[in-house]
């Protein structure tokens, strides 16, 4: 029976870190959906659903057939079930994220005992990097290369600098 998992964010934008737990989850999983959330009450973030799931498309090209990109509002475990998908998987970096992650994981449990989370940690290469910092290092000019895809640097000068 074929293993797939969710692996729900913002992904505002997608970066190396993100690919770095989708290369994992694809070790220990057949198929994974790469799945944007979103508010459709109200718009938060930098990037559009749409733009958050055209840049994930365009840097994921090579895993194509084993991932999916998919966008959803709504809760997360309803939304994992729908799709057939027993299991959502998380990316822990530092001990900040813990708090939030387990409060998550356990609110999730209370709604769907039959859905499991599974955390992967990503190489330390990527320990600090998150889809904020970089918006906001470039937003002030600073360099991010190496922490981001190329075309998604790209994509954040053009927002961050219209
Ligand atoms: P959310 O808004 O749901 O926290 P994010 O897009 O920020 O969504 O992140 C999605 C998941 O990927 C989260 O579990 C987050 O902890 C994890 N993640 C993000 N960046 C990294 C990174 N650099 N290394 C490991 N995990 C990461």
């Known amino acids: 029976m ?6 729900p964010g913002s992904f505002d934008p997608i970066t190396n870190g993100h690919l770095d737990i989708i290369q994992r989850a694809l070790t220990v ?17 930098l990037f559009t659903p749409e733009e ?5 498309r365009d840097v994921t090209k090579e ?11 709504g809760l997360l475990v309803d939304y994992t079930r729908r799709v057939g998908a027993g299991t959502i998987i998380r990316g822990l970096r530092a001990v900040a994220d813990f708090e ?8 999730n449990r209370h709604l769907a005992g039959d859905v499991e989370t599974v955390f992967l940690m990503a190489d330390e290469a990527h320990f600090f990097t998150s889809s904020r910092l970089v918006k906001e290092v470039v937003s002030f000019g600073g360099d991010i290369s190496g922490l981001v895809p190329e075309s998604v640097h790209r994509r954040l000068r053009q927002k961050l600098s219209a």
Do not use: C, P, W
Not at 63 to 73: C, M, T
Not at 100 to 107: I, R
């Open 2 to 7: 074929s293993k797939r998992a969710v692996y």
């Open 29 to 45: 999983f057949d198929h994974v959906i790469v799945a944007v959330a979103y508010n459709k009450d109200k718009q938060t973030g």
């Open 100 to 107: 939030y992650e387990f409060q998550m994981t356990l609110m």
């Open 63 to 73: 895993l194509d057939g084993r991932i999916s990109i998919d966008s959803f509002h």
């Open 52 to 56: 958050r799931v055209s840049m994930i």
